[in-house]
């Protein structure tokens, strides 16, 4: 069982940064790859980065692709997302998710989420 819990969502001007953070606990986190996804009103939860068990590979959905950037520390058992140039369109609640093995950009390929963050941006 990994339990995630998710934070530093919050209201934030179009243009703006926000970082959320997730920490994880229960198993080894080194062994789990890390996604974020997000899902907004009346749509379909959609991936937005994943990270690799060590953290060397990276991926991106076209939508957030050079504005956020995934990392994470091994030795907090946490992953980021740092996220710029923030647009309306990026409102959503942020989840944070995890699975043993490779990363994967399918919501449905991850094992474990957090209870989510709300992300809103406004204009």
Do not use: H
Request: proline share 2%; glycine share 10%; aromatic share 12%.
């Amino acid at each position: 069982q990994v339990v995630l819990v998710e934070s530093g969502g919050g209201l934030v001007q179009a243009g703006g940064s926000l970082r959320l953070s997730c920490a994880a606990s229960g198993r080894t986190f080194s062994d789990y790859a890390m996604g974020w996804f997000r899902q907004a009103p009346g749509k379909e939860r959609e991936f937005v980065a994943a990270i690799s068990r060590s953290g060397g590979i990276t991926y991106y959905a076209d939508s957030v692709k050079g504005r956020f950037t995934v990392s994470r520390d091994n030795a907090k058992n946490t992953v980021l997302l740092q996220m710029s140039s923030l647009k309306p369109e990026d409102t959503a609640v942020y989840y944070c998710a995890a699975r043993s093995f490779a990363a994967r950009t399918v919501a449905s390929d991850y094992n474990y989420w957090g209870q989510g963050t709300q992300v809103t941006v406004s204009s």
